[in-house]
């Protein structure tokens, strides 16, 4: 094979692997392959082409590269088989809740106790009734005087009330 033929070899196994990892979960095997296939087309195309050749196929790489990833990752969860593999979120109801959305609405600008720790995730108790809450910032204690703030997610935004 000549060597003008092996630099298109090592240049198209190359791209091929990239293309391929879009729809083979090789968890990065295959661009680690490509990557090394690539350099070593460039390399090859240093001693076949010359200095110039090789200049130009580095700065050909460093722009499709970024180029085709970021069209991937742009396009692929958008193509037939990026929706099978990763479907969208689905979109969360007041039903997928243990308490309606207007009663956790409700309780924004009112005090409560929090009855196990938010890590940032918890219970909180809400005018004698016990409320999947959420910590707005850090971590809040069992046994503190918690104020809800807003919501998040399907749960209660809590934050700790100072005194």
Not at 4 to 9: D, E, P, R, S
Not at 25 to 34: I, K, W
Not at 58 to 64: D, Q, T, Y
Request: one cysteine or more; charged letters at 15%; a positive charge.
């Amino acid at each position: 094979m000549s060597e003008i033929g092996v630099l298109i070899l090592l240049y198209g196994v190359g791209a091929l692997m990239l293309l391929a990892e879009l729809f083979i979960p090789s968890h990065g095997l295959l661009t680690v392959a490509a990557l090394g296939f690539l350099i070593a087309a460039i390399v090859k195309t240093f001693s076949v082409g010359g200095r110039g050749a090789g200049v130009i196929a580095i700065f050909a790489c460093l722009v499709l590269l970024p180029t085709f990833a970021y069209y991937a990752v742009k396009y692929w969860p958008h193509t037939p088989i990026g929706r099978k593999i990763s479907p969208p979120n689905p979109v969360l109801t007041s039903s997928d809740t243990s308490v309606p959305i207007e009663e956790i609405t409700s309780m924004i600008g009112k005090s409560g106790r929090s009855l196990t720790p938010l890590r940032p995730v918890g219970i909180c108790e809400f005018n004698g009734r016990r409320i999947a809450c959420v910590a707005e910032f850090g971590m809040v204690e069992a046994g503190v005087t918690v104020e809800g703030v807003g919501i998040k997610g399907c749960n209660l935004a809590v934050v700790e009330k100072q005194a």
